[in-house]
């Protein structure tokens, strides 16, 4: 049973800097994608970062420049690294997985999730 536990949210000021973590356990696929997605008050789930097996990435076109999505495989671990926060990036941040290295933000063919984590960015 694959299960995803994010970490390291909170409230910050606009400008300012978060890392948020996701522990993985249970996953036994050589080729995954793993992604960060978030998701405001009132609005959809999106897609802000993903990186595959193949360590290739992808961002959503409103963080690129200031997140930067990471593994660390000996850990079993994902990253956000959100710099350069901004108020319309407070909401609750998902990780997630799927099988299958295809590189993608669309979270409807994500297999697993995380409980999520918020962030809140003050201005």
Sequence with gaps: QVQLVES???SVQS???LRLSCAASGYTYSGYC???FRQAPGKEREGVAAINSDGSKRYA???AGRFTISQDNA???LYLQMNSLKPEDTAMYYCASRVGAWLTLNKSVFDYWGQGTQVTVSS
């Design 61 to 63: 076109d409103s963080v």
């Design 8 to 10: 390291g949210g909170g």
């Design 15 to 17: 400008g300012g800097s």
């Design 34 to 36: 793993m992604g960060w």
């Design 75 to 77: 850990k079993n671990t």
